[in-house]
């Protein structure tokens, strides 16, 4: 972790202020972005800083942005210039960028230029470089830069989790497969995984907390365990941690169609501790589009694993991430993408306007549709799926679900959270039932959500 010379100048220069240093980490986008500005909280408080929510009482701010759609970048800049008053009142403060968006060359050139009190920017994946960079600019320097995308981070790092009960753990860092519209593999470098004793004692600890939900991050899991010294699959990662006992579940994204196996269906269907469900994103319904994708795989391949599945168990869950407007995505296309959806009948769909990301190879193709035309196709796909979900999660009515209560509404008394196949749930409860695993009967079916009693 910290070098002693590091951590005791850090100390020397804290030791100067006339109150608590605090430091105020906002994590934007992906699971696996969050789960990184956990560990950047966890040095943080590590170095002697009192962790805040207050941007206006920090002495360090650090924005941990995604770099996945134009548009959160806007924002993240947008705030960014908020911070430049800030810092005119208090010269002390340091303000960061890091995240997959800091590792993009245009947006590191535009905070040199346009941003000059970012005094440090660290790439995806460059925790560990944190304390020394701070230290460089508390001796003076005016703006340092990291970029580290390669290894896996330090196991030792601290970690300051945002949830009592759930918990995120990546197995896997990167991507390989250079979808032609994201920008991933180019910001998060190429797939390396952890080893399966880590993930395992990290999991083994979390359960012995109390956490109760573990959810398992990487861009393709399905292709865990390549590269190790002693290869090992995704489901049999999955086994051995399903092994570990204690009340609490599995659950994991994201998988890649084009590696996700009959295999990793069993593995679902006969684990205690994972849902039957799965998170396939499939992007678009039509075989052009998935080609121009990149994507390396048929919706004819795609739909074997689903019949699979469901000839298992008729009740099996799925979710999926669909992009609309795609530069080459035709009315017809999107047509298939109505279709698919119907016959898949997903719990849930994440659902993104296709964004340009500059050195993507689909950012130089240019749209056949006009953005009224793709906002007209987002309405029609949203109003599809919400009458398929209503109807599909009709599937519960009457039966008795595992739910993880994660929040109170205090004005409707209402705890939501999300049952052990993955589908949001709403229940009359107590503030106390926050983080705890209850039963519940489900009596109707509303906004996406299951809802019912608990018994
Ligand atoms: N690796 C995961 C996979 O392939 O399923 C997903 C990671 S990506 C950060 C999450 C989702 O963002 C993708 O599934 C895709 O739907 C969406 N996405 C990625 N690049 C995008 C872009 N340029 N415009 C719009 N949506 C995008
Ligand atoms: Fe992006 Fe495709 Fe990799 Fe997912 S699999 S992170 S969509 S390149």
Known sequence: MTDTATREGIRAVLETFPHTPKAHVQSFGCQLNFCDGEKYQGILRDLGFELTDSREEADVILYNACAVRAHAESRVLGWLGALKSLKERNPRLVIGLCGCMAEEQSVRELLRKSYPYVSMVLGAGAMERLPGALLEVYRGQKHTEALAFAGLPDETLPTVRMSRFLASVPVMYGCNNFCTYCIVPYVRGRERSRSPEAIEQEVRGLIAQ???EILLLGQNVNSYGRGLETEISFPTLLRRLDRIPGDYFIRFMS???????????????????????????VQSGSDAVLRAMNRHYTVEKYLALIDYARALDPDFSFSSDLIVGFPTETEADFQQTLALIRRVKYDNLYTFIYSPREGTPAAETENVSTEAEIADRMARLLETQRALSEQFNARFLGRTCRMLAEKYNEVTGILTGKTREGLNAAVPGRAEQVGQMLDIRITGVKNWALTGEAV
Request: glycine fraction near 6%.
């Open 255 to 281: 998988s890649h169609p084009k590696d996700a196996t009959p295999e990793l269906i069993d593995t679902i269907m006969q684990s205690e501790h994972i849902g039957r469900h799965l998170h396939l994103p």
């Open 210 to 212: 109390g956490y109760r």
